[in-house]
């Protein structure tokens, strides 16, 4: 489908296109690639690695007489055609080869090109111990998305072209190693071993692997397909532990996708220092170590379960159904996304669903309104890479939400089944997405496809509500605010959609109607046979979008309370929150304490924290004692923002005490910081709260150093603090663990903004020389610290990263970062005399409002 692109210029964001982006085409292809076969041998103490690319290419035409492959750093040694030497030219970015006879068309040909690559930068990875980290495993493992596979093989690297594929490698013989398809082989060769696996089902060139370590190897199975797990051998009941439900989760997605698993095997190899959450590398993905629970991070860890599923999910999206183009990636990262969701909901319940798919949605909302707003299919960019955002993934994984919403269940995973049969072991753009939903349904979504995946942006909802009780008639007016105000030709920012409005009683089945919205405002009128207990806009809550309820307190106070959906209970909550009256407070704390479903307690927890009123702090004090870890931890979260002694009181007792939960211990450690940091009144004392921060950090290693990564965070709050900006250099030195030094990394940016001259120095020399090392995930945590500086100095060094990192994530986020922290520098320094002045106020204004609603309820 051609690129459209529409006026959604409405917010304030900045334009996704930075200089330098163009548009990005499918290249010509010479003909078909058939099969790639790689024969590799990895020198782990050198770092390096020798081999032959071997390509079966069956021309698309007569008389070709070069071929242009992709080949970034590699040291090109010979090349062969059909085994006859040929001349080539190698710039390190490519490899031209001059054939010596031009291709026939149809008649294959096979290329045989010799090469080796020291110290490679990218695409395959070797990890190994080193003097600050004695105790990390030797593995090598590659990541070839988006268009990294040319750093470690030859190839034509665009995900248009499909081929199966083989490799060979010659491994030290304590090593397993682990790649695509069926094991054909294994061979003992002196002190190596030789490692042959074929995979038979076309695939593109991003998606072939190899992970080389000492893993331990779990064995599982599904309907006699192998299931395993690689990890090192000391993780082997984490792996059981994280990646255990796998092979039910394979049963649901051959039924959810109508199409049985695709691949001979399913692996998850886990690997040290990777630098995604996963990849779903054909039948054998890749997993970030980070993700092994020990037993008490599984008490309230989901992040594990959900990237499971999503990295399955995309053997089918993704790796059966390949997209042709990298502008069309939604079609499999947003499924993968949704695929969460629907996961959830199978193993959890259909309230657990639809509160995952609104944090998706918040995903994407706050990337729209802070960083930049774009259509989720452009083909406009400077990276591929770039692409991969909460447009694409958790917009995508709502859009989907959409059509299911659209067509219900059974039309919608029809509609999935048609796409995945129709498409296996090809290549996809977005239109053929809409043309299996026709096919399978008869339904044009186009109109959909147009709203929210062609142009940027999304419906901004603002919703009043008003009975007349002589005529029985409900009120409805609906505002798009998105609009642009006074336009009186047709507004390419509004949405034109049916919208479910329901009016519900406490114990009767709600009445539902659909209206079109499709104006800047209008208002709808409902004929009743009584007043309604609560008003549903968007019932069911399966549109994205942004909601703002202009409800009389009673009808919200009701839908809190009786509203069978989650998601509009928690649009109660949001607006009650914002009438901060002794009435909404009691509605919000009974929720707190009797609402089922976890996910609204902890919203409720989230908004009883911005009422102004010591009857909001006192119920969230009675949210500590929740069952679910989850829901304490918002609570400590949200007494993070109460900046009172009694507060820091109550999370001082937490952390004292503990939790069974590794997040709420963190919470309490970083909500200890922002309250002695940032109380009025400079009570209680700042030492005493850094010691107890610097006990967190002395007494509470564990899992991924959650809890320290907390206590860190609580440090950076101290502004002003010597004693606390010594601590978070202290753990950026190299020997620290991997997640605390980066948090302690970041935190050098938030603890900056009150430092002396002569602290601010060292921190942008520590800064600066953390920036010339060359893990992904140092630069990155580099950059953000950097970000929240207000210095001049700061964009120095971030534009210094921007020019020389190889990485384009890397250099999208500096120069991001180069923007804030010029907004952070032009900001008025006296806006922050006046926040503290604010703080203060707002304390002797809770007092007298607290006092004023607690006589006016005596009344």
């Known amino acids: ?184 082989s294994t061979d003992l060769d002196g002190d190596e071993k030789i490692y042959h696996w074929k995979q038979e089902q076309i695939h593109p060139t991003y998606l072939m692997t190899l992970a080389v370590g000492r893993f331990a190897e779990i064995r599982d199975e599904w309907n006699g397909k192998p299931i395993t797990y690689y990890v090192e051998r000391d993780r082997i009941e984490d792996a059981k532990r ?35 959450g996963g990849m779903e590398n054909t039948s054998a993905t890749l997993l970030t170590d980070r993700c092994l629970l020990d037993e008490r991070a599984a008490l309230d860890n989901d992040r594990t379960e959900s990237l499971v599923a999503h990295e399955l999910a995309h053997q089918w999206f993704g790796d059966l159904v390949v997209i042709k183009h990298w502008s069309h990636a939604w079609i499999k990262e947003g499924m993968a996304s949704y695929s969460e969701v629907l996961w959830t909901e199978y193993e959890y319940g259909l309230d657990d669903g639809a509160y995952y798919l609104l944090n998706e949605a918040r995903s994407y909302l706050s990337e729209d309104k802070t960083r930049y707003r774009r259509p989720i299919v452009t083909n406009v960019y400077r990276e591929a890479i770039e692409l991969y955002d909460s447009h694409l993934y958790e917009k995508g994984a709502c859009v989907y939400h959409m059509i299911r919403a659209e067509l219900g269940d059974e039309l919608f995973f029809k509609a999935i089944a048609t796409f995945v ?40 909802f603002q919703v009043s509500y008003s009975w007349d009780g002589d005529n029985h008639i409900a009120k409805i007016t609906v505002k798009q605010t998105q609009a642009k105000s006074g336009n009186t030709l047709y507004d390419r920012n509004l949405f034109d959609l049916q919208v479910p409005i329901a009016f519900g009683n406490e114990n009767a089945t709600p009445i539902r109607f659909v209206v079109r919205v499709n104006e800047a405002e209008q208002s709808f009128y409902f004929a009743l046979p009584e007043k309604p207990t609560f008003v549903s806009f968007d019932a069911g809550n399966n549109l994205l979008k942004t909601v703002k309820l202009k409800y009389p307190t009673p009808e919200l106070v009701a839908q809190l309370k009786y509203d069978p959906d989650p998601i509009s209970r928690i649009y109660a909550a949001e607006a009650l929150a914002k009438a901060g009256s002794l009435e909404a407070v009691t509605a919000l704390s009974e929720a707190l304490q009797s609402d089922e479903f976890w996910g609204l307690r902890v919203e409720v927890a ?120 010594d601590l978070i250099l202290e753990y950026t030195q190299p020997s620290v663990p991997q997640a605390l030094r980066l948090a302690a990394i970041r935190a050098l940016g938030p603890i900056s903004t009150g430092q002396t001259p002569g602290n601010l120095e060292r921190i942008l020399a520590r800064l600066d020389r953390l920036a010339g090392e060359e893990f992904f995930l140092t630069q990155r945590s580099v950059v953000v610290a950097l970000g929240a500086m207000e210095t001049p100095k700061a964009m120095e060094i971030l534009s210094s990263i921007a020019e020389r990192t190889a990485d384009g994530r890397i250099t999208r986020v500096a120069e991001e970062a180069v923007e804030k922290v010029q907004k952070n520098i032009g900001s008025d320094k006296a806006v922050k005399e006046l926040r503290r002045d604010l703080e203060k106020m707002k304390k002797l204004n809770r007092e007298l409002l607290s006092r004023l609603e607690a006589l006016e309820a005596k009344d």
Not at 125 to 144: C, H, L, M, R, S
Not at 246 to 261: H, I, L, N, Q, W
Not at 648 to 667: I, P
Not at 713 to 720: E, K, R, Y
Request: proline share 6%.
């Open 1 to 184: 489908m051609p690129h459209v692109q529409f006026d959604s210029d409405n917010n304030d964001t900045n334009r996704f296109e930075l200089p330098g982006a163009r548009p990005h085409y499918t290249p010509d292809r010479p003909g078909q690639v058939e099969h790639i076969f790689l024969d590799l041998s990895l020198d782990f103490a050198k770092q390096r690695f020798s081999g032959n690319c071997q390509i079966r290419l069956n021309p698309v035409r007569d008389g070709i007489d070069s071929l242009t492959l992709d080949a970034v750093g590699l040291a090109i040694e010979e090349v062969f055609a059909d085994k006859e030497p040929q001349s080539f030219d190698s710039d390190g970015e490519q490899v031209t080869i001059r054939l010596d006879t031009p291709t026939v068309a149809d008649k294959p040909i096979l290329l045989d090109i010799r090469y080796r690559v020291d110290r490679p930068r990218r695409g395959l990875y070797f990890i190994a111990p080193t003097d600050d980290e004695p105790n990390k495993p030797t593995q090598a493992w590659t990541q070839g998305e988006d268009e990294d596979s040319r750093f470690w093989f030859p190839c034509f690297d665009y995900p248009g072209q499909l081929a199966t594929s083989e490799i060979r490698v010659r491994v030290p013989k304590d090593f397993l190693a682990i790649s695509n398809g069926e094991l054909v």
């Open 242 to 276: 994280s990646m255990g439900k796998t092979p039910r989760m394979v049963d649901y997605f051959s039924k959810a996708f109508g199409y049985t698993y695709p691949f001979p095997k399913y692996a998850q190899v886990c690997v040290t220092d990777f630098i995604f």
């Open 421 to 460: 049969n129709d498409n296996a072991h090809s290549t996809v753009e977005t239109v053929d997405l809409l043309r299996s939903i026709d096919k399978a349904t008869g339904r044009n979504l186009q109109y959909l496809f147009d709203s929210y995946v062609f142009r940027g942006g999304h419906p901004d």
């Open 606 to 725: 989230k908004q009883l924290a911005k009422v102004n009123l010591d009857q909001a702090f006192e119920a969230l004090l009675n949210g500590l004692k929740d069952k679910d870890a989850r829901v304490r931890r918002a609570v400590v979260d949200g007494l993070s923002q109460i900046k009172t002694r009694a507060s820091y009181k109550a999370v001082k007792s937490v952390l004292k005490k503990g939790d069974a939960s590794y997040y709420v211990e963190a919470s309490a450690a970083k909500a200890l910081g922002a309250i002695a940091a940032n109380h009025p009144e400079k009570k209680p004392k700042a030492e005493k709260a850094i010691d107890r921060l610097k006990w967190v950090l002395d007494t509470k290693a564990g899992w991924n150093d959650v809890v320290r990564c907390g206590a860190i965070a609580g440090l950076s709050q101290f502004t002003t603090s010597e004693a606390a900006l």
